[in-house]
């Protein structure tokens, strides 16, 4: 009996498209890359998740194909049951000596191992303490665990409680939310943050993090998906970058983004933690084992990064090539070290639609990229993100900017 239901959702996806929040999907004809065919007509990426520029890698294709020659399409079983080939265990030994932890344990997707992650570990008598920007995964995966939660306002580490000027809430820091916490009496206490924040591309505090962690006996995970492969420089991560490797408990990451971007993702850390989870986490005991050909294009991915660091190093070439052109050319850019890259309207009149028109007019420029307005991110921070992969040419930057500037002038921007 859909009727009831149907005429509901007619009505309330009618709403987002009056609101403009209707998420269109523009088709894409040919692999993944720098160079892609929309619509018939080829154009630069710059908003991928291919940071290495590895999705449509021929040495990753060939491992790929081999993964399916050798050990088959799928294994129609969960881990603990048939699921378990030994590419399995060759890739999570691999990851772990990458990430330098101790033990690694896989998912379908990092989302999954979000949310497989607290739950097993963290009760009532617990304490999670999250920022308030983390990923939907984390968020989704604190829900489904029965600790008790803290969120401290972003990136603050302080021992304040201050007032959220637009609603007058309260926001706290960090450092106060492990005192209440322990005020509380909590048995375990976790702090959960992404390494890399996608939308402003700012990387967290984990030197700070990790000391106030030291500080009042906290555990803390780190979700890495925007950072495993290239920050720091080896290419470790956030932790390599922010120079806490061995610290951290726990680190979650995904090889949907700059590791091949097919999909998988994992839990990384203590090797109790990971056996423990083995036999616990819901989404690796009731959901199916990453497949083969996804398994060795991955082991693929990892052995490239072990040998050179020529990728990464690329990656941030460009990144400070672009970062630093856009600003010289008068852009208003959310300053770091990160690939994602916001160039920012709010100083400009009508800047939502300004930032979408802008983007509207890259695409005719042969640039595809994307703008973020409210409610994506807060009113006043409209922006268009641009994100830089390695498999960029000078000359493709080059096109970028220029068409940056030709579409700035012509908006009356700069
Ligand atoms: C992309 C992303 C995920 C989800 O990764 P999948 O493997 O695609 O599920 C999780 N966390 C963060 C921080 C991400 O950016």
Not at 133 to 143: E, F, K, M, T, V
Not at 185 to 208: N, P, Q, V, W, Y
Request: proline fraction near 3%; charged fraction near 25%; include cysteine.
């Amino acid at each position: 009996m859909f009727g009831k239901m149907k005429e509901y959702l007619q009505s309330e996806l009618i709403k987002l498209q009056e609101q403009k929040l209707y998420k269109h999907e523009r088709i894409i004809v040919s692999p993944q890359g720098a160079e892609i065919f929309v619509k018939g007509k080829k154009v630069l990426n710059f908003c991928a998740n291919n940071y290495l520029g590895l999705s449509s890698h021929p040495d990753l294709i060939k491992a790929a194909h081999e993964g399916i020659d050798e050990r088959g399409y799928g294994l129609s079983s969960v881990r603990f049951i048939c699921g378990t080939q030994d590419i399995h265990k060759i890739l999570e030994e691999k990851v772990s000596t990458f990430l330098g932890t101790e033990d690694t344990i896989l998912f379908s997707s990092c989302f999954d191992a979000n949310g497989a992650v607290f739950e097993p570990l963290l009760s009532e008598e617990d304490a999670i303490i999250t920022d308030a920007l983390n990923h939907a995964s984390i968020i989704d995966g604190i829900r489904l665990c029965k600790a008790q939660r803290w969120i401290y306002s972003h990136g603050n580490m302080s021992d304040e409680i201050g007032l959220d000027p637009s609603t007058g809430k309260e926001l706290k820091g960090l450092e106060r939310c492990l005192k209440e916490a322990i005020e509380k009496g909590c048995r375990f206490k976790m702090i959960a943050t992404d390494g890399c924040f996608s939308m402003d591309g700012d990387i967290a505090k984990l030197d700070e993090i990790v000391a106030l962690a030291e500080k009042y006996d906290a555990l803390v995970m780190v979700d890495d998906s925007h950072a495993t492969g290239f920050m720091g420089k080896t290419g470790r991560g956030t932790h390599e970058f922010k120079n806490v490797m061995g610290k951290i408990d726990i680190i979650t990451t995904t090889f949907g983004k700059a590791l091949g971007g097919a999909s998988g993702g994992c839990i990384s850390g203590h090797k109790e933690i990971i056996d423990w989870m083995r036999n616990k986490a819901r989404p690796y005991l009731f959901s199916n084992t990453v497949p083969p050909a996804t398994v060795t294009a991955t082991i693929k991915v990892i052995d490239l990064l072990t040998e050179s660091t020529e990728l990464r190093d690329k990656l941030e070439a460009n990144t400070k090539k672009f970062r630093t052109e856009m600003s010289a050319a008068g852009f208003d850019i959310i300053p770091g070290e990160h690939p994602i890259v916001p160039i920012m309207f709010g100083k400009y009149p009508n800047c939502s639609q300004l930032a979408v028109e802008f983007a509207n007019k890259m695409l005719d420029e042969g640039i595809y990229v994307i703008a973020f307005s409210f409610p994506v991110v807060p009113r006043g921070k409209d922006r268009i993100r641009v994100q830089l992969s390695a498999g960029h040419t000078t000359e493709m930057i080059d096109n970028a900017i220029y068409a940056f500037i030709k579409v700035g002038k012509e908006l009356n921007m700069i």
